[in-house]
């Protein structure tokens, strides 16, 4: 026995219509068939009623503004302004400190750093995601085709063998009545709008990360220098000690405490170059490059860049429009709202229209002819009556999801304005650290030279000069590490405040 299922020449279009086989194949297809029209028309009718005026179960998500103060706790100080800060100025707040080398290094971050491209592929995901999702509101369509050989047995027919041919279309729509598909929807939306603000927190995230990482490398190299210029002066100290020992004006313990000097601050310099090496390598990898790669651009000594003179903050409210973590956990808690609507379609009826057409014969020289034509179609619904509970558990493992989803949504408010408060207070206390510094360091370069003064004209101890020498090195290195400390938090702050990712990802973060 032989089947062919295919598409009935009835189907095939208007030209075809005109040739007198089809128009026969037609009207046998039509009076054969044509008692089960009405009722499939008036199924379709009615189920497409309820799927335009049917709504989507489960609760809607409402985004409400979150309460905040309505300022900063923290004392503005240090050039800290509560003024509303320019949003062109925050996308780019790294300009600010007026280091060409920087901002070269932060523009190729943005296109070649790993974490930014991994953000953007997971957005490629969660787009691709949403459209799957959303073709559970279109019908399918499905070919088939075959060839099967089989043979029945002769204890219980005649042992015939026989050969089926089959090839048709299998269509099936199931209609979203009470919202389950578009609750999907929902949820892939949100999910899509969250993970654009996964790459819009990696882009701050990298962009602090990558001017951090160049304050490190110019602080290492001003405390380097600081060392190196000690380590001279010592290095003369020493010279002239050996001198005056050789002459019999000293004894040997001078020399030696000033040799003891010398080599203590010339051990610090591996620690400083390692700490340096470090930095670079990390700044390297953060755009895309081998370690080591920056080497040769960062090779030449520059100052640590300086501070503007007035840096705005604006408000509460504005850092928390505006962080991307906090938008992120905002669209996770509507994609698990979505999720709830979700399960509780799974408590309603699904209807679905459903239909397979094609051509049937014994013999492959007649399956083309209007007699050979098979077709089915009808409604289905079905309802999941009782499944031992676990439809309404699933509803109430969304809902619990959704309860931790708010709760993470209001930790992370809390953490954020935690964030910047800590900034706040550090970038003003640390300035005022730098002041008192800037003081110490200038009154021990003067206690240096008046000690070596005093020494050479014999009024005071060699151990007075040791002392002025070793605090002067040990304040100059603080000094250095207090100028990057202060930069840092003010970079800390840009990040906290929610800033840098603004305009710099409009392709990934356009409307589809």
């Known amino acids: 026995m032989r089947q062919i299922r295919f598409v009935p020449k009835c189907l095939e279009g208007e030209t075809a219509m005109h040739h007198p086989i089809v128009q026969r194949d037609c009207y046998r297809f039509y009076m054969r068939e044509k008692r089960f029209f009405p009722a499939i028309l008036l199924f379709t009718a009615i189920v497409t009623g309820l799927f335009l005026t049917g709504c989507a179960v489960g609760p809607d998500y409402t985004k409400e503004e979150p309460a905040s103060p309505s300022q900063w706790r923290s004392e503005l100080a240090g050039g800290l302004t509560p003024d509303e800060f320019r949003p062109e100025a925050l996308a780019k707040w790294w300009t600010t400190l007026n280091d060409p080398k920087l901002t070269t290094l932060v523009e190729r971050s943005i296109k070649g750093n790993p974490d930014i491209k991994i953000a953007m592929a997971r957005i490629r995901e969660s787009r691709a995601l949403r459209g799957i999702s959303r073709a559970g509101l279109f019908p399918t369509l499905d070919a088939s085709a075959g060839v099967t050989r089989s043979r029945s047995s002769e204890n219980r027919e005649d042992g015939t063998e026989s050969t089926l041919y089959s090839t048709g279309f299998d269509a099936g729509w199931e209609l979203d009545v009470f919202g389950g598909t578009r609750r999907s929807m929902e949820a892939a939306q949100a999910d899509l709008e969250a993970s654009q603000e996964d790459l ?66 010339r051990s610090q310099i591996p620690g400083l170059e390692k700490g340096l090496a470090a930095a670079e390598n990390r700044l390297s990898v953060l755009l895309g490059n081998q370690p080591g790669e920056l080497h040769p651009e960062l090779a030449e000594e520059q100052p640590i860049p300086v501070l503007p003179a007035t840096v705005a903050v604006g ?193 990934e973060n356009r409307p589809s």
């Open 200 to 265: 819009h927190d990696a882009m701050v995230t990298m962009l602090a990360e990558v001017t951090l990482n160049y304050v490190e490398v110019r602080t290492f190299q001003a405390r380097l220098s600081a060392t190196k210029a000690n380590i001279k002066t010592q290095q003369e100290t020493y010279s002239l000690n050996e001198s005056m020992y050789r002459s019999g004006i000293i004894n040997e313990l001078v020399v030696q405490q000033s040799l003891r000097t010398l080599e203590t601050s």
């Open 315 to 507: 408000i509460p409210a504005e850092t928390i429009r505006r962080r991307p973590d906090i938008r992120r956990a905002e669209r996770r808690l509507a994609a698990q709202t979505a999720r709830i609507g979700v399960a509780t379609a799974d408590l309603y009826p699904r209807f679905r229209l459903l239909g397979t057409i094609g051509l049937e014969s014994l013999h492959s020289d007649n399956f083309l002819e209007g007699d050979s034509l098979a077709w089915s179609a009808g409604p289905g619904i079905s309802w999941k009556i009782f499944h031992g509970g676990a439809i309404r558990q699933n509803i109430a493992v969304q809902s619990a999801r959704q309860e931790q989803a708010l709760i993470q949504y209001e930790y992370t408010l809390l953490k954020a304005q935690e964030e910047v408060e800590n900034v706040l207070t550090a970038y003003v206390k640390d300035q005022h650290r730098r002041e008192s510094l800037v003081k110490a360091v200038a009154a021990a370069q003067r206690t240096v030279l008046l000690a070596k003064e005093q020494y050479q004209a014999g009024l005071v101890d060699f151990n007075n000069v040791l002392d002025a020498q070793r605090s002067l090195l040990l304040l100059e290195d603080e000094l250095a590490q207090s100028n990057g400390a202060v930069i840092s938090n003010l970079i800390r702050l840009y990040k906290a405040l929610g800033g840098g990712w603004t305009n710099q990802v409009q392709e």
